[in-house]
C-alpha cells in the first residue's frame, strides 16, 4: 500500500472515532425516566344509613282479645253465693256443640288465667249464649287438664261444664236466661287457658 492511501485510511479511522465520541453521552449521564406515579382515588364512602331496628318474626302465641271485651276475673269472697264443687265425673256434660243456630255471634266476655279459682259473678245480655274454652300447655301437655262448670247464681243450679285433656278447644251453648252465674274452674299443668263468651249479634246491637 503506498504512503497516501495508509495516511488516508488513518484519517479516516481517526474521524469515525472522534465522531463516536462526540455523538455518545457518557454513560453516567443517561437521562432517567422520571418515574410515574399511579394514584388510585379512594372509594367514595356508601351513605350511612340509620340504625335499623331488629325485627323478630312473631311467636305462634294466640291473638289477645279485643280491647272491647270484658273481661271477668276472680273473686276472693266465695260466701256472696252458694258455691258448688267440680263433679267428680265431667263427662255427663258431653262434647263440643257443634251446632249454633245463628249465623254468627259476637264475643262479649273472657276468661285468662294460668290457674285454677271461682270467677265474680256476671250477666251476659242473651238468654242463650256459647263459651269457647282454649287451653294451652307447652311444658307438659301431657299431663295438662281443664276443668269447669257454670253455675246460676241465685240457685246454685250447674248449667253446663266443661273438661279439656291435652291441649285443645271445646265449644258449648248455654241457655241461662238473662240471670247472673259464676263458673268454677280447675286447671292442672296448664300454660293459661281462655274462655271466650260470645252471644248472638241481635243481643249486643
Same mark, same amino acid.
Given at each position: 500500500?503506498?504512503?497516501?492511501?495508509?495516511?488516508?485510511?488513518?484519517?479516516?479511522?481517526?474521524?469515525?472515532?472522534?465522531?463516536?465520541?462526540?455523538?455518545?453521552?457518557?454513560?453516567?449521564?443517561?437521562?432517567?425516566?422520571?418515574?410515574?406515579? #399511579?394514584?388510585?382515588?379512594?372509594?367514595?364512602?356508601?351513605?350511612?344509613?340509620?340504625?335499623?331496628?331488629?325485627?323478630?318474626?312473631?311467636?305462634?302465641?294466640?291473638?289477645?282479645?279485643?280491647?272491647?271485651? =270484658?273481661?271477668?276475673?276472680? #273473686?276472693?269472697?266465695?260466701?256472696?253465693?252458694?258455691?258448688?264443687?267440680?263433679?267428680?265425673?265431667?263427662?255427663?256434660?258431653?262434647?263440643?256443640?257443634?251446632?249454633?243456630?245463628?249465623?254468627?255471634?259476637?264475643?262479649?266476655?273472657?276468661?285468662?288465667?294460668?290457674?285454677?279459682?271461682?270467677?265474680?259473678?256476671?250477666?251476659?245480655? /242473651?238468654?242463650?249464649?256459647?263459651?269457647?274454652?282454649?287451653?294451652?300447655?307447652? =311444658?307438659?301437655?301431657?299431663?295438662?287438664?281443664?276443668?269447669?262448670?257454670?253455675?246460676?247464681?241465685?240457685?246454685?243450679?250447674?248449667?253446663?261444664?266443661?273438661?279439656?285433656?291435652?291441649?285443645? /278447644?271445646?265449644? =258449648?251453648?248455654?241457655?241461662?236466661?238473662?240471670?247472673?252465674?259464676?263458673?268454677?274452674?280447675?286447671?292442672?299443668?296448664?300454660?293459661?287457658?281462655?274462655? #271466650?263468651?260470645?252471644?248472638?249479634?241481635?243481643?249486643?246491637?
Amino acid at each position: 500500500m503506498e504512503r497516501g492511501d495508509l495516511a488516508a485510511v488513518l484519517i479516516g479511522l481517526t474521524l469515525v472515532i472522534i465522531l463516536t465520541v462526540v455523538l455518545s453521552p457518557p454513560a453516567h449521564s443517561n437521562p432517567q425516566v422520571p418515574e410515574v406515579v #399511579t394514584t388510585t382515588p379512594a372509594p367514595t364512602p356508601a351513605p350511612v344509613s340509620p340504625a335499623q331496628e331488629t325485627i323478630f318474626p312473631p311467636t305462634s302465641l294466640p291473638t289477645p282479645p279485643p280491647a272491647t271485651m =270484658k273481661r271477668i276475673s276472680y #273473686t276472693s269472697d266465695y260466701s256472696l253465693f252458694p258455691v258448688r264443687f267440680l263433679p267428680s265425673d265431667m263427662g255427663i256434660y258431653g262434647f263440643s256443640d257443634v251446632n249454633w243456630q245463628y249465623n254468627s255471634s259476637v264475643a262479649f266476655a273472657y276468661v285468662e288465667e294460668n290457674h285454677g279459682g271461682i270467677t265474680e259473678p256476671f250477666t251476659v245480655p /242473651s238468654p242463650v249464649w256459647r263459651m269457647t274454652s282454649t287451653l294451652y300447655a307447652v =311444658k307438659n301437655p301431657e299431663n295438662a287438664r281443664f276443668r269447669m262448670i257454670v253455675v246460676d247464681e241465685q240457685s246454685g243450679l250447674v248449667l253446663e261444664g266443661t273438661e279439656i285433656r291435652f291441649p285443645g /278447644s271445646v265449644t =258449648k251453648t248455654v241457655v241461662a236466661g238473662r240471670g247472673a252465674v259464676y263458673m268454677v274452674i280447675a286447671a292442672e299443668n296448664v300454660d293459661r287457658f281462655v274462655i #271466650t263468651i260470645e252471644t248472638p249479634p241481635v243481643f249486643t246491637q
